[in-house]
Antibody, heavy 122, light 108 residues
């Protein structure tokens, strides 16, 4: 069965960096676009970034452009989110999510990891 | 940015009752709308995609309808495990996809 397991969250000071990972299994990772979606404590969901199945195309929410970078390693079945210049408003649970369609992403999310909490605080 | 508004914010119902949740978009999203269920401490789960298509493994009591700016998620007869928060999400103007604020379905 499809499994997505995030790691790398923690407490970090404003302005510092963090890298999240998402280990995928149970499906052909290189065939799907992958996303990061975040949820601030007690709040709703916010889409963060997407990467195409081959890693060539990446898109970001306006609020994170220039600070967060999505990447993937298909041979390792792993998705990453490099988070730089972190701000208090980046505090959230970060979920990796698989796109619902094989091939080109359609921006619906059919499988989610359990999430990893990032807290930005001094 | 396309803004999604969900109503009501909270829906208090008893098991066995019918639940009707609304999602309205600030501009047309065609049929590019999904519904997710989230329980406390868990990740969201995809229920419906492209307005009316049930995702794999989703029970038939969940159905979606609508197009353009007004969408509805219906749960025909609430089971105890259906009490949760439900979010709608549009993908019409990708990559700037957005979610609604959620409707909480709780036990009356």
């Amino acid at each position: 069965q499809v499994q997505l397991v995030e790691s790398g969250g923690g407490v970090v000071q404003p302005g510092r960096s963090l890298r999240l990972s998402c280990a995928a299994s149970g499906f052909t990772f290189s065939s799907y676009g992958m996303h990061w979606v975040r949820q601030a404590p007690g709040k709703g969901l916010q889409w963060v970034a997407v990467i195409a199945n081959d890693g060539r195309d990446k898109k970001y929410a306006d609020s994170v452009k220039g600070r967060l970078t999505i990447s993937r390693d298909n041979p390792k079945n792993t998705l990453y989110l490099q988070m730089n210049s972190l701000r208090a408003e980046d505090t959230a649970v970060y979920y990796c999510a698989r796109d619902a369609k094989l091939g080109a992403a359609i921006y619906h999310f059919d499988h989610w990891g359990q999430g990893t909490l990032v807290t930005v605080s001094s | 940015e396309i803004v999604l508004t969900q109503s009501p914010a909270t829906l208090s119902l008893s098991p066995g009752e019918r639940a009707t949740l609304s999602c309205r978009a600030s501009q047309s999203v065609s049929s590019y709308l999904a519904w997710y269920q989230q329980k406390p401490g868990q990740a969201p789960r995809l229920l419906i995609y492209d307005a009316s298509n049930r995702a794999t493994g989703i029970p038939a009591r969940f159905s979606g309808s609508g197009s353009g700016t007004h969408f509805t998620l219906t749960i025909s007869s609430l089971e105890p495990e259906d009490f949760a928060i439900y979010y709608c999400q549009q993908r019409s103007n990708w990559p700037q996809v957005t979610f609604g604020p959620g409707t909480k379905v709780d036990i009356k």
